[in-house]
């Protein structure tokens, strides 16, 4: 049971090059987040999706698309990179009726 | 505004000794509060999960309180070891909501 996994664990763009983070769980959980970190501030919330098919805009969706093409999978894509990007990123997922949300160990993006 | 606040920043101790960590939020309607610990490079793990009829919860050495009625938590760690070092986030749950708010972290570094 690997919990949530994030590939690639650190990547180096330059702007204006596009890549997709990929988050994936095994625990059949509904519910999937991709959030960035930056110094100073709390998680903040990027997109979401609380089931296969579905996806929503969470407070900071500018920039970034997604796809949950796959109860498992949940995709985080970047069109056009710009250094504000440059962050980390955590995905998490999230059992229906459970408590606990668990976070993935985080991709470092560094945009130049 | 739904907002979720920690302090100190920071805060250095001793090996053995005790530490108090406080957060206020003003997130409503409030559903549950959550006490993360982040390691350096690592995804954030939950330590504890408070519902509003819940005033204190342990988790071994670490003890976490909620005032619902004044909107305070703190997260006391005891006897604390050189592996508490990381930093740690309140994180509120506002009900009916897939989300979290998410303070910006308490950054404890314990040394020898």
């Known amino acids: 049971n690997a919990g949530v996994t994030q590939t690639p664990k650190f990547r180096v763009l330059k702007t204006g090059q596009s890549m997709t983070l990929l988050c994936a769980q095994d625990m059949n959980h509904e519910y999937m987040y991709w959030y960035r970190q930056d110094p100073g501030m709390g998680l903040r919330l990027i997109h979401y999706s609380v089931g296969e098919g579905t996806t929503a805009k969470g407070e900071v969706p500018d920039g970034y698309n997604v796809s949950r093409l796959k109860k498992q999978n949940f995709l985080l894509g970047l069109e056009s990179a710009a250094p504000s990007q440059t962050s980390v990123y955590f995905c998490?997922?999230?059992?229906?009726?459970?408590?606990?949300?668990?976070f993935g160990p985080g991709t470092r993006l560094t945009v130049t | 505004k739904n907002q979720v606040e920690q302090s100190p920043q920071s805060l250095i101790i001793l090996e053995g000794k005790n530490c108090t960590l406080q957060c206020n939020y003003t997130v409503s309607p409030f559903s549950n509060l959550r006490w993360y610990k982040q390691d350096t490079g690592r995804g954030p793990v939950s330590l504890t999960i408070m519902t509003f009829s819940e005033n204190t919860k342990s988790n071994g050495r670490y003890t976490a309180t909620l005032d619902a009625d004044t909107k305070q938590s703190s997260l006391h760690i005891t006897a604390s070891q050189l592996s508490d070092s990381a930093s740690y986030i309140c994180?509120?749950?506002?009900?009916?909501?897939?989300?979290?708010?998410f303070g910006t972290g308490t950054r404890l570094t314990v040394i020898p």
């Open positions: 994180v509120v749950r506002q009900t009916g909501a897939n989300n979290l708010f």
């Open positions: 998490a997922s999230w059992g229906r009726g459970r408590h606990e949300q668990y």
